[in-house]
Nanobody, 121 residues
């Protein structure tokens, strides 16, 4: 069982930055790939980024490529999402997830409760 707790969300102006964190229960964190997903009001949850177990491989949705960076620290049992050049369309609840990697949310077994990111234009 993996427990995930996101933090770092908030209100930011367009063009600004935020860094999301997701703290995981320690025992099994490093055996999972980690992903970030988001869900905007009235929309389906969508893939944002994923990182492999060792952190050596990352993959991003086209909509965030070049603006967002996913990273992890297996000593601190934490995964991060650095978000730069934020846009109004990035407004959503952001979720971290632990699983088998990839863009498909069905490959992720554990989910956090989410953290709200609101970008004002």
């Amino acid at each position: 069982q993996v427990q995930l707790v996101e933090s770092g969300g908030g209100l930011v102006q367009a063009g600004g930055s935020l860094r999301l964190s997701c703290a995981a229960s320690p025992r099994t964190f490093s055996v999972y790939a980690m992903g970030w997903f988001r869900q905007a009001p009235g929309k389906e949850r969508e893939f944002v980024a994923t990182i492999s177990r060792t952190g050596g491989t990352t993959y991003y949705a086209d909509s965030v490529k070049g603006r967002f960076t996913i990273s992890r620290n297996n000593v601190k049992n934490t995964v991060y999402l650095q978000m730069n050049s934020l846009r109004a369309e990035d407004t959503a609840v952001y979720y971290c997830a632990a699983g088998s990697s990839g863009w498909y949310e069905g490959r992720y077994d554990y989910w956090g409760q989410g953290t709200q990111v609101t970008v004002s234009s």
